[in-house]
């Protein structure tokens, strides 16, 4: 397979003279990051932000006064067309394996293509908004084989002192269509042995270290072990206690969570996840994946909101 990147993408310098700005303490800029692979870097006087170009990747937030909320692993690969290790990667339009075709990537391609920017603007609040497009007219042939249908996936991120990811599907086709997605992001928790989990008691959830298996949570969520499981039918709130801070997890438009901490034997055979990478990570992913998925009437639209907010304890 050809690489799968974007058609056509302006430069940074472009990039800038278009979008970038600096109102006050509210800025706005475009840089090349590691890989060459142009970044976004937003500072304003409620957060500071980092997303990459690629994927419309999220690699930082960190609201004012407070430690850095997102977690990426010090071994993580920039470069073309690959997959970064931290961050909020976007699984889109699909979550884990293809249903039909073990050949195509896991999770879809949105995390690896360069993401067209279309807005960025300061807001009144002291916050800053940018918003990107992933038009999938616009990506080659073999991406067009692997999603024949006329999509367009909107995604605006808000960053102030609670951090908003707005992810909407567009359906350009003249049938239907049912898509898997996750905003997956990595959280940095500090030492993930003291770190608990509420909101998904009494859920159903899949074990994949099982094989899928179906089985009901009964206490909060604590980890001392691999975990990878899909939480369904969870539209609640989710809080992640690591007995520093918090962090809250609201969403909506998202039927399932997915948790997910390798552990240190799957986490030593993957590479790119750090030394002891594994202790300082959660992933907690607000999704409509397995038995949740979304169908998307011809001409109509999907909208999967998350907000992720600090509080100390």
Known sequence: MSSTTIMYTPSVEQLNQTFAFQNGS????????????????????LASATISLQ????????????????WLSDDATFAAAKSVRGGVP?????????????AYPAHGFARTVLWQVTDAQPLSTGGTQITFKLDTNQLNEDIKCMWPQPTVAEYTLTVAKTLSLQLTTFNHSDQSITIGQALHTYFNIGDITRTTLYGLEGREYLDKTEAFKRKTQVDPVSINTEIDRIYLQTADDVII???KRKIIIKKQGSQSTVVWNPWKDAAEKMGDLGKSGYLNMLCVESANAAEDTVTIRAGERHTLLVTYAVEGI
């Open 26 to 45: 509210n800025s706005l800029c475009f840089k090349t990051g590691k890989g060459d692979i142009p970044v976004i870097e937003i500072q304003n006087e």
């Open 55 to 70: 994927g419309a990747h999220l690699l930082s937030w960190v609201p004012a006064g407070e430690e850095e909320v997102i």
């Open 90 to 102: 976007i699984c889109w339009p699909w979550f884990g394996a293809h249903k039909n075709n073990a």
């Open 241 to 243: 206690d690591n007995t």
